[in-house]
């Protein structure tokens, strides 16, 4: 089978974004201090390792449209994601989304799909994809909620910064009855990063 990972950061109350999200706030009001562990020159080691964690490559990822960007709606202009030219990614991304739209190749390898038939069609389409060298849900949280639900992620990563958000979107919401094994912690004044292995 094909391993299917998750790396989320995480205030203290649980949520992976604040309120407020839009094109000026992509994480939401105070969402960014989620992500300062790995935002800037990273020098605690933890964070260091944290940080090659979530760049390890994978054959192929799973994203919400939110993910991707702010357009809401039709595509009504031609939005390529947030990263630039050449995104992080380097294999193939499917995006979910109510509108279909063709797919999009940029530099580096990474191509984003349009799947508008739901989260199994999308997490198929990637494990083929992916070949074998491993599929990761990439966020936001709705999309990683879908994959906790369905069962279908074998690790899950969690950096845990030490931020109160007080509204956003959360991770754990209706997710069913997980069963997490912790099997690697590390920390610094950013962040604790706990890698748990999800039991089938």
Request: hydrophobic residues 40%.
């Amino acid at each position: 089978m094909t391993p299917t990972t998750c790396h989320m950061s995480i205030s203290l109350d649980g949520f992976v974004a604040g309120p407020g999200q839009d094109r000026e706030n992509p994480l939401g009001v105070g969402g960014r201090d989620v992500h300062l562990w790995h935002l800037g020159e990273i020098t605690d080691p933890a964070d260091v390792t944290a940080r090659d964690w979530l760049m390890r490559p994978r054959g192929a990822y799973v994203m919400g449209r939110n993910m991707f960007g702010p357009v809401r709606g039709a595509w009504d202009e031609d939005w390529r994601g947030w990263w630039g030219d050449e995104p992080p990614y380097h294999a193939p991304v499917y995006v979910l989304t109510h509108h279909a739209r063709d797919p999009i190749e940029l530099e580096g390898g990474t191509s984003f799909h349009f799947v508008t038939d739901g989260f199994y069609a999308a997490f198929a389409q990637a494990t083929a994809a992916a070949d074998g060298r491993g599929v990761d849900i990439a966020g936001g949280a709705s999309t990683v909620r879908q994959a906790l639900a369905a069962g279908v992620v074998d690790e899950l990563v969690l950096d845990i910064a030490p931020v109160l958000l007080g509204a956003g979107e959360r991770l754990f919401d209706d997710v069913g009855d997980l069963r997490l094994t912790p099997v690697e912690t590390l920390h610094s004044q950013h962040a604790t990063h706990i890698r748990y292995r999800i039991e089938h």
